[in-house]
């Protein structure tokens, strides 16, 4: 048995029982029922996920996947494919958006080589490349399968290298020029969607070069017949590195427990390879936000997930899981800290129901 398999065969289902008693206390705290709305579903969640009513999300961790696209080579990006390194520099001297946003969420950030095309040592930078960058999706397939299997167990490590150092909570982050031309193909496989329904400006191209991006997709796919109930063939055939790294580390966070905090279009992609290679992984993500991308809208969608805030982002690099990670922390804080009306010596409503506002 491989690590894919193994890590596939460790997932379990939240803990309902624990879900139900965190519901209990949440019912039993100073405010009337219901009154704080999404914190109290997410705190039921993160005790399903954790297996207690007193969940833990910190140290919480971002872990940023960088790799290469073959297919910038169709002038799907408004920026040449060099920025991917650039970026990589940028992150390791702290001067990029999920540094600032990091330190101000009280998160660690890891960034991970699995495919950027050039060979870089970085003081800090963990190097786990599987191949330098992908092919372009336009003349064949992007990975073979074994490249995918390999950058999927890969993310899997890395998952638990975050947990074995302390982490209770992972938040994806990405950095790879021609990603959303890649998520967008995933996804529109997968989702049996047209790529129209999910294209967007990605890095902030012109109208003319979204009609090319739409065209590279539907020629990749033509080409390549990736097939929609096989995860991992679509994942090799028009996907890429960063991405299948990151489902990996979905299906490691969620075979040791611990909840996922998504960022934007990319990631949630990524998150739904996840899922459909083992559906339980569900269960394990937190959706942070809602970009401008329209295939994160179909993606949220497709996972059942709602977006904790929505902010017009589209940056990446997990720039929006820094900023929701604070409302996470606030769902805990408040359970593990606020008084209950016995301990509080407050009268509930009078029909015992404690509905309505105080």
């Excluded at 390791?92 to 946003?101: P, Q, R, T």
């Excluded at 191949?131 to 638990?160: C, Y």
Aim: negative net charge; hydrophobic residues 45%.
């Amino acid at each position: 048995m491989n690590k894919l398999q193994e890590t596939i065969r460790l997932i379990e289902g939240v803990d309902t029982r624990a879900e139900k008693q965190m519901e209990q206390h949440i019912n039993s705290l100073t405010k009337p029922l219901g009154s704080l709305g999404s914190l109290e579903s997410l705190a039921i969640k993160l005790a399903g996920i954790g297996r207690s009513t007193q969940p833990e999300i910190d140290p919480a961790t971002v872990i940023v996947m960088a790799a290469d696209h073959g297919v910038t080579k169709e002038g799907v990006s408004a920026f040449p494919s060099e920025v991917t390194k650039q970026m990589l520099h940028n992150f390791m001297n702290e001067g990029a958006a999920i540094n600032v946003l990091a330190q101000v969420a009280n998160a660690s950030v890891e960034v991970v080589d699995i495919g950027v095309k050039e060979n870089i040592e970085l003081p800090g930078l963990i190097n786990k490349k599987v191949r330098l960058g992908t092919n372009n999706m336009m003349a064949g397939p992007a990975l073979t399968r074994e490249e995918a299997i390999a950058a999927l167990e890969t993310g899997i490590e890395v998952a638990e290298g975050a947990i074995q150092k302390g982490a209770k909570l992972i938040a994806l982050g990405e950095m790879g020029i021609g990603n959303t031309t890649a998520s967008s193909a995933i996804l529109s496989v997968l989702g049996q969607t047209s790529i129209e329904n999910v294209v967007g400006v990605g890095t902030g191209i012109n109208h003319e070069d979204k009609e090319r991006k739409i065209q590279v997709i539907k020629q990749a796919i033509k080409i390549n017949q990736p097939n929609p109930h096989d995860p991992i063939d679509v994942l090799g055939k028009v996907g890429g590195l960063e991405i299948a790294g990151l489902a990996g580390v979905v299906l490691g966070a969620a075979a040791t427990r611990i909840p996922v905090l998504l960022d934007g279009f990319i990631t949630s992609v990524a998150a739904l390879t996840a899922v459909r290679i083992n559906p339980v992984c569900e269960q394990y993500l937190i959706a942070s936000h809602q970009s401008v991308e329209p295939g994160h809208i179909v993606v949220n969608q497709l996972l059942g997930l709602q977006p904790l805030i929505d902010l017009n982002l589209r940056l990446g690099e997990g720039s929006g899981a820094a900023l929701a990670l604070p409302i996470v922390r606030s769902a805990v804080h408040i359970v593990h800290n606020m008084a209950t009306f016995e301990e509080a010596k407050i009268s509930g409503a009078k029909d015992g129901s404690l509905k309505g506002n105080t």
